[in-house]
């Protein structure tokens, strides 16, 4: 299979959040992470763009993305002070969102590295 080298990726395991990782991936799957430590390289090397698990679940049940996006919005509308809480295994662009969400529902954010 044809390997797929992705230069200066951004792991987003920790708040170091190295940018000079050499990914090599074989289809959907990442099989090297040059320069990543052994959490990055562990991060980078067990996660897939294969489609493990239903698009959203409600109460633990699988559910529409817009159905899920509904409810949470309810979720959110009711909090006094909504806590955005993780962030560390997601995109920069998703941790971007996340702050947008957090100052639009008058809450907060905080990562796993304050723990
Ligand atoms: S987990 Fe390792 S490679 Fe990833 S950002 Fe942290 S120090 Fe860098």
């Given amino acids: 299979m044809a390997v797929t080298v992705v ?3 951004t792991c987003t395991f920790c708040g170091c ?3 000079d990782i050499e990914l090599h991936a074989e289809g959907d799957r990442i099989v090297k ?3 990543a430590c052994s959490l990055g390289e562990a991060w980078f090397l ?4 294969e489609r493990l698990y239903p698009d959203a679940l409600i109460d633990g049940k699988p559910a529409s993305l817009d159905a899920a996006v509904e409810r949470a919005a309810e979720i959110l509308d009711r909090a006094d002070l909504p806590l955005i809480y993780g962030l560390s ?8 969102e996340a702050v947008f969400l957090a100052e639009l529902a008058g809450g907060i954010v905080d990562s796993h590295t304050s723990l």
């Fill in 7 to 9: 230069q200066n990726a």
């Fill in 17 to 19: 959040v190295c940018d």
């Fill in 33 to 35: 992470a040059k320069n």
């Fill in 46 to 49: 067990h996660h897939t763009a």
């Fill in 89 to 96: 295994n997601i995109t920069s662009e998703a941790q971007r």
